[in-house]
């Protein structure tokens, strides 16, 4: 079973795509990163799901947790 998680990567056209684990096609293509970035944000808050976003060659650059977060940043503040 795939997880909740949108993915921001690069396709073979040179644009972006977000696509969901284990999807074998993109839920959307974009010209730019930028775009692509946004949509995925806005889906992962959606659905509380995880944003994994890739540099070009296909490397993580980034991850945010819109969700069930299995490591939350604690308050240290208590």
Do not use: C, Y
């Not at 690069?10 to 990163?33: I, L």
Request: proline residues 5%; positive net charge.
């Amino acid at each position: 079973m795939a997880r909740n998680t949108q993915h921001v990567v690069p396709n073979s056209e040179g644009t972006w795509s977000v696509k969901r684990d284990g999807a074998t096609k993109a839920t959307k293509k974009f010209g730019s990163k930028a775009t692509a970035i946004n949509f995925g944000r806005a889906i992962a808050i959606n659905q509380r799901a995880e944003l994994i976003i890739h540099n070009k060659d296909g490397t993580i650059n980034n991850t945010n947790s819109f969700g069930h977060d299995p490591h939350p940043p604690v308050d240290k503040r208590r």
